[in-house]
């Protein structure tokens, strides 16, 4: 569009709070996840926004539960995950919220057809971490599912949107996603186990007793990891270029992470929390997109 000299465009007000909306949520993964941000630039520009603005819903439910102010106690955190819910159900349907990350969120939901079918789990997944400590193997599938699978989901919903034919490429990707959310969460699930048991009081992984861990089911749970790596691996070159290489990255992440684990005892790991370095994860970034080839529209992305 062509404008005369001296005219600035006027951006309508509702344009201008969709922007900050959406600023808002890309700095909260810019402040709590640093794997989750390199994998996230090398999406193209469109599907990282939506990617950002579901993950940045997902870190505040999360930090509803796993860090609340000295203040708070149950009931308040409870009431406040509630409450946030809520906000995300009626967004869903107006389209809009004075919560700038559920009004983020919702805007990518209603574009890329995100609904309750996932959201619900998600919460509910959530407010077991209000709830329940000590999970068994039913108990477990259900909270990851909502907590990680149904997350993978949504992404997946974001990097199809503008495909042709995306709800048949749905039906097919869908399991890859779902197995490579579980092995995520499965791999915080290690990394994270003596924190989760002696700050949370949490008892996520069947057979690995805080207090007690053998390396013998420490090292079941990391085969079950590989499972759903090795299954999450083989649809990623079924996937739309945009995202190929960042999902490629984040995969190739989290098995380093896994084979890190692999080289720690569960007691050592227990005492101390096992990380990729951040030579390690440009290293993984640049294989990732040395095989699978990366857009040029994504090509020095920012942050």
């Known amino acids: 569009m062509m404008h005369m000299p001296g005219h600035t465009e006027v951006v ?54 796993d860090a609340p ?95 042709p034919k995306a709800a048949a490429q749905y039906e097919h990707l869908a399991p890859g996603a779902r197995r490579l959310g579980a092995a995520f969460q499965k791999i915080n699930f290690l990394r994270d186990f003596g924190e989760d048991s002696d700050g949370l009081g949490r008892r996520y992984l069947v057979g690995l007793d805080p207090d007690n861990p053998t390396d013998s089911a420490w090292s079941l749970w990391l085969d079950d990891i590989d499972l759903d790596l090795t299954a999450a691996a083989a649809v990623i070159p079924s996937l739309p270029i945009g995202s190929r290489v960042a999902v490629c990255t984040a995969h190739d992440l989290f098995a380093e992470l896994t084979a890190r684990l692999r080289e720690s005892s569960a007691a050592q790991a227990r005492r101390n929390r096992v990380r990729v370095p951040n030579a390690g994860k440009a290293r993984i970034a640049a294989s990732a997109v040395a095989r699978r080839g990366i857009p040029r529209v994504a090509q020095g992305a920012g942050a």
């Open 69 to 163: 102010r000295p203040e708070q106690g149950l009931a308040d955190r409870s009431n406040e995950l509630d409450q946030l819910e809520e906000q995300t159900s009626v967004a869903l349907i107006t389209g809009a919220s004075s919560n700038l990350v559920v009004h983020a969120f919702a805007r990518t939901a209603r574009k890329v057809g995100i609904d309750l079918d996932l959201v619900s789990p998600f919460f509910e997944s959530m407010r077991t971490d209000l709830t329940d400590v000590v999970h068994d193997y039913e108990s477990l599938a259900s909270y990851i599912y909502g907590s990680a699978e149904v997350v993978g989901l949504m992404c997946l919903r974001a990097f199809l949107a503008d495909e």
């Open 12 to 65: 309508p007000p509702h344009r201008r709070y969709d922007e900050v909306a959406d600023a808002s949520a890309a700095l909260v993964i810019k402040s709590y996840s640093s794997s989750f941000g390199l994998a996230s630039r090398l999406l193209t520009p469109a599907v990282r926004g939506d990617v950002r603005n579901i993950y940045a819903l997902v870190r505040v439910a999360d930090e509803i539960v």
